[in-house]
Structures are given as structure tokens and as C-alpha cells.
């Protein structure tokens, strides 16, 4: 019996030497740590401060030029998942300017939900990023509260934002 829980030792040392071995390697891959955040093309009017202080603390990361980078966002894979969500939410909703336009054009087959609907259903922010970030968990007043103020802030549609030029 011996022989084989020395084989079957043997074999879990190899399997994690594997995964120590992979996990370092991936490290060498870029994509994901370049934490430069674009320039800040225009500052949002918003409706109210309060507003402004509920997006910046549970939209802001993904969707303005003005991300936090936490330290987990240096570490891959996790690092890859946080580049694209970052660089797709921007892509949808930017606050900042400097989007591609595609903003309020969720869903499919052309339909569309406001980033106003995406907050009071839940779908944003997302989950996966709620777990890193409890202070994004918004209340069900506080929710109503943001997708409002973001309605008045941007329109029904969400796409033009009231916006000043930043100063250089």
C-alpha cells in the first residue's frame, strides 16, 4: 500500500509543480497590466453630487477614463478579465468622452437598454466585479437614486452626455 500512496504522492508533487509552473508563465504575457487610463476628454455635468458620488463609486472603474487599478489587476488571468471588462464597459458608456459611440446599444438583434435600466435591473454593475468591490453594492434606494440621477444626467437613451471640455 506503501508503493501506492508514494506513486499517487509522487503525482500530486507533479501536478502542482505543473500549475506553479503555468501560473508563473503566464505572468510573461502583457495583456492586461498596461494601466495607463486615457486622458479625461470632458467632465460630466451631473444632476446632483450625490449622483456623482454613486458612479464614481460603483461605475466609475469600467466606465470612465479614470480607472483604480487594484493590485489583483497585475496578476494573470485575473489581470486579462479586468482589461477587458474595463476596455468593453468604457466601449459602452464613458463618462469620460472618447468612447466609440457605441453607447446605450446593449443587447441583441439591435435592442437597447440605457444605463439607467442596466443599474435598476441589476445587471450592472456586475457581479464579478461586486466581489472585490463591496462598496459597489448599492442598496435598492440607492439604486433607484443612480438610475435616475444617471437618467437626468444623460437622457433616456444614455448616449450624449451633458458634458464641459476639461481643461489642459
Request: glycine residues 12%; proline residues 7%; hydrophobic residues 35%.
Amino acid at each position: 500500500m506503501s508503493r501506492s500512496s508514494s506513486a499517487f504522492g509522487k503525482a500530486v508533487g507533479v501536478g502542482v509543480g505543473a500549475i506553479v509552473v503555468v501560473a508563473l508563465g503566464i505572468q510573461l504575457v502583457p495583456y492586461g497590466r498596461d494601466h495607463t487610463n486615457p486622458a479625461v476628454v470632458t467632465q460630466t455635468n451631473w444632476d446632483s453630487p450625490q449622483t456623482r458620488e454613486l458612479f464614481y463609486r460603483a461605475c466609475a472603474d469600467c466606465h470612465s477614463n479614470e480607472t483604480q487599478w487594484p493590485w489583483y489587476s497585475n496578476v494573470a488571468p485575473v489581470s486579462w478579465l479586468v482589461m477587458r471588462d474595463t476596455l468593453e464597459g468604457r466601449e459602452q458608456f464613458n463618462v469620460s468622452g472618447g468612447s466609440s459611440g457605441r453607447e446605450g446599444q446593449g443587447g441583441e438583434g439591435g435592442e437597447s437598454e440605457s444605463p439607467a435600466e442596466r443599474i435598476q435591473d441589476g445587471s450592472m454593475p456586475l457581479p464579478i466585479y461586486l466581489v472585490m468591490h463591496p462598496e459597489a453594492r448599492l442598496t435598492a434606494e440607492e439604486k433607484q437614486l443612480l438610475s435616475a440621477g444617471v437618467e437626468a444626467t444623460f437622457g433616456a437613451s444614455g448616449v450624449t452626455a451633458p458634458a464641459v471640455a476639461s481643461s489642459p
